[in-house]
């Protein structure tokens, strides 16, 4: 998916997740960067969780794959 159909579609499961609890699995990072809560599962279950910012600093998994997403 290219990154303008990507945000159209980010713009609209928002309008549909406002008010609700949700579930999202993702491959893309973007996906999941606005969440409010961000859980990382390795094969040993989860990893981390926390939001975005909180994960950056923490410099754990999630920070390795983001940066890693991000020199694409």
């Known amino acids: ?3 303008e159909s990507e945000m159209v ?11 609700r609890t949700t579930l999202t ?3 893309r990072l973007t996906t999941i960067r606005n969440a ?13 969780e926390g939001n975005h910012e909180e994960l ?4 754990g998994v999630y ?7 991000e020199k694409k």
């Open 9 to 19: 579609v980010q713009e609209s499961l928002a309008k549909l997740a406002k008010g």
């Open 1 to 3: 998916m290219d990154n």
């Open 56 to 59: 950056i600093a923490k410099n």
């Open 25 to 27: 699995i993702a491959h």
């Open 36 to 48: 409010t809560t961000i859980m990382v599962l390795t094969d040993n279950g989860i990893e981390e």
């Open 63 to 69: 920070a390795k794959l983001y940066r890693m997403y």
